[in-house]
């Protein structure tokens, strides 16, 4: 179990692709996880379809004041958190994704900027603190965060202009953080993801839709939230002692660099 007395908080841990973050981490990796959810209600429901050790935490990563309570909270019962997954993302909503540039307004960009990009910052500059002393405290350890951006941030994309520059600023942090804090053993990554068949987005497609998503990327298929768990796992733990700042893209072969 690579991430054994590990303790791992995951945004937006309730359904999805944080869902399978916590539960990977959890029941096959052996960290405590937080699991996260603006719901308290959606945290316990999700908590108890995981085995192993779980706390279920309401949080809204837009309201810094929620997220510096969650921080204090998770210093006083863990000594702080090893690993931050910022998976906490605003819904996909297919009005607002096919709306040519020129159509976004400053509410809807505003409202995907805030969850996204913003609350990736506020968890990140909520946490850092206490990761730092964690970490030094430890004669090997590294501190990790995930961040959860998108391929169009790095290809560009037609559509859905607000996530794509939401999710390229999130890269941005990745890369600051990285630089910033590595000669602190804070190790930091974004997974950039393709088509991956969750709720959220799989069902919300037209038949049509769905079909040429499959089309995209070389492996032909939609990835899982599963095979993201599985590479965020790899990321939290020793396994990639050296390297920080990466982009990982989980898109089956559609964007390569």
Same mark, same amino acid.
């Given at each position: 179990?690579?991430?054994?007395?590990?303790?791992?908080?995951?945004?937006?841990?309730?359904?999805?692709?944080?869902?399978?973050?916590?539960?990977?981490?959890?029941?096959?990796?052996?960290? @405590? /996880?937080?699991?996260?959810?603006?719901?308290?209600?959606?945290?316990?429901?999700?908590?108890?379809?995981?085995?192993?050790? @779980?706390?279920?935490?309401?949080?809204?990563?837009?309201?810094?004041?929620?997220?510096?309570? /969650?921080? =204090?909270?998770?210093?006083?019962?863990?000594?702080?958190?090893?690993?931050?997954?910022?998976?906490?993302?605003?819904?996909?909503?297919?009005?607002?994704?096919? =709306?040519?540039?020129?159509?976004?307004?400053?509410?809807?960009?505003?409202?995907?900027?805030?969850?996204?990009?913003?609350?990736?910052?506020?968890? &990140?500059?909520?946490?850092?603190? %206490?990761?730092?002393? =964690? &970490?030094?405290?430890?004669?090997?350890?590294?501190?990790?965060?995930?961040?959860?951006?998108?391929?169009?941030?790095?290809?560009?994309?037609?559509?859905?202009?607000?996530? @794509?520059?939401?999710?390229?600023?999130?890269?941005? /942090? &990745? =890369?600051?953080?990285?630089?910033?804090?590595?000669?602190?053993?804070?190790?930091?990554?974004?997974?950039?993801?393709?088509?991956?068949?969750?709720?959220?987005?799989?069902?919300?497609?037209?038949?049509?839709?769905?079909?040429?998503?499959?089309?995209?990327?070389?492996?032909?298929?939609?990835?899982?939230?599963?095979?993201?768990?599985? /590479?965020?796992?790899?990321?939290? %733990?020793?396994?990639?002692?050296?390297?920080?700042?990466?982009?990982?893209?989980?898109?089956?072969?559609?964007?390569?660099?």
């Amino acid at each position: 179990m690579a991430l054994f007395n590990k303790v791992a908080l995951v945004t937006g841990s309730s359904s999805g692709i944080g869902f399978a973050i916590a539960k990977e981490f959890a029941e096959n990796q052996g960290a @405590t /996880v937080l699991v996260c959810s603006r719901n308290i209600n959606g945290a316990i429901k999700a908590l108890r379809k995981i085995k192993g050790n @779980t706390q279920a935490v309401g949080l809204d990563v837009r309201r810094e004041k929620d997220v510096r309570s /969650v921080a =204090k909270r998770a210093v006083l019962d863990h000594g702080g958190v090893d690993i931050l997954v910022n998976c906490a993302g605003h819904r996909f909503d297919n009005a607002i994704w096919y =709306k040519k540039y020129h159509q976004m307004t400053d509410r809807v960009l505003d409202a995907i900027l805030d969850v996204d990009l913003k609350g990736t910052i506020h968890m &990140t500059r909520a946490f850092l603190p %206490s990761m730092i002393r =964690k &970490t030094n405290r430890s004669h090997c350890a590294s501190g990790v965060i995930i961040n959860i951006a998108s391929t169009p941030a790095l290809s560009g994309q037609k559509e859905g202009a607000p996530y @794509t520059i939401a999710k390229a600023a999130v890269i941005a /942090v &990745t =890369k600051h953080i990285a630089l910033e804090y590595g000669n602190q053993k804070i190790r930091a990554y974004t997974l950039a993801l393709g088509n991956i068949a969750t709720d959220a987005t799989y069902y919300s497609m037209t038949k049509r839709g769905r079909k040429i998503a499959t089309s995209e990327p070389a492996m032909k298929r939609w990835g899982s939230a599963v095979e993201v768990a599985k /590479v965020a796992a790899c990321l939290g %733990s020793e396994s990639f002692s050296y390297a920080t700042g990466n982009t990982i893209i989980i898109d089956g072969g559609k964007v390569i660099v």
